[in-house]
């Protein structure tokens, strides 16, 4: 969710809300992020607030710490939500290398970014079946490639969240999977002291394997899940926001997990 545009403003712009990107921070940049996001199940919804800090160390590789504040959970299917802040009560550090940048003559950029991160869980326990394993640390890697110019962004991506066990139990891996479409229109490409604003068509989806109990893999959890939606960002000199809501088009989950109806995520950023 958390990701810098090539060259479009000072301070640079912003990836899509769910889906894996490509772009990194300019060398010595920083960014904070303040992101508010939920799923709303059949009965109940999870919501939470998170906060990111990023560091470019060089233009093309960047590190990054997030942290949480559950404010409810719903015994739902577990899931990232957004590429680089997750939807749970984990904390976790990643580093990004985009790793092939190659720019051509007409504005365009094809750039492929590789991610690698430790997740570690937090305090605050989610409800139902996940909430009552013992809990241990995990990993993320990615890899996103696409291209961006002034007026299209298309992003392809796929990621794996992977934890370790801990007497017994292992909260389930997760296969996951984006394709994102951006267009800014002529109209809307505006500089300082304008709002610069684009949308974005926006594909995730998720393979989850079953939870883990006492050595047992528990019958009833896991499965997959596609979701589809828009979203749409606004940078205005160092600042963005940007917004988006997701919907499920293909579900296939275990019996004993809540069916998801729709997810969210809105986020704030300040360049520096």
């Not at 937090?122 to 139902?128: F, K, S, T, Y």
């Amino acid at each position: 969710m958390c990701t810098l545009l090539p060259a479009l403003v000072s301070g640079s712009g912003h990836g899509p809300v769910f889906g894996l990107t490509t772009p990194t921070n300019t060398k010595g940049g920083w960014s904070i992020d303040l992101g508010f996001m939920g799923r709303a199940g059949r009965l109940d919804t999870g919501a939470m607030l998170r906060g990111m800090i990023a560091y470019g160390i060089t233009q093309d590789f960047q590190i990054s710490l997030s942290a949480p504040m559950v404010l409810s959970t719903s015994p739902l299917v577990p899931s990232r939500v957004t590429a680089m802040m997750p939807g749970n009560g984990d904390f976790e550090g990643i580093a990004a290398w985009r790793f092939l940048r190659r720019g051509t003559n007409v504005g365009r950029r094809f750039e492929t970014t590789a991610y690698g991160g430790i997740i570690v869980p937090g305090p605050q326990r989610p409800r139902g079946m996940l909430g009552e394993l013992q809990q241990a640390p995990g990993s993320y890697t990615a890899v996103a490639t696409g291209m961006a110019s002034r007026s299209h962004y298309v992003w392809g991506g796929v990621g794996n969240v992977r934890f370790a066990e801990s007497g017994g139990d292992r909260r389930p891996n997760t296969l996951l999977y984006s394709f994102v479409w951006g267009y800014r229109p002529p109209a809307w490409r505006k500089e300082y002291p304008h709002w610069d604003w684009r949308i974005f068509a926006e594909m995730t989806g998720e393979n989850s394997g079953r939870v883990q109990h006492r050595s047992i893999r528990v019958p009833g959890t896991g499965g997959q899940q596609i979701f589809l939606g828009p979203a749409a960002l606004g940078i205005y000199k160092n600042y963005a926001i940007e917004g988006g809501i997701q919907f499920p088009v293909f579900r296939n989950i275990g019996q004993l997990q809540q069916r998801e109806r729709f997810r969210f995520a809105i986020n704030f950023s300040y360049f520096f």
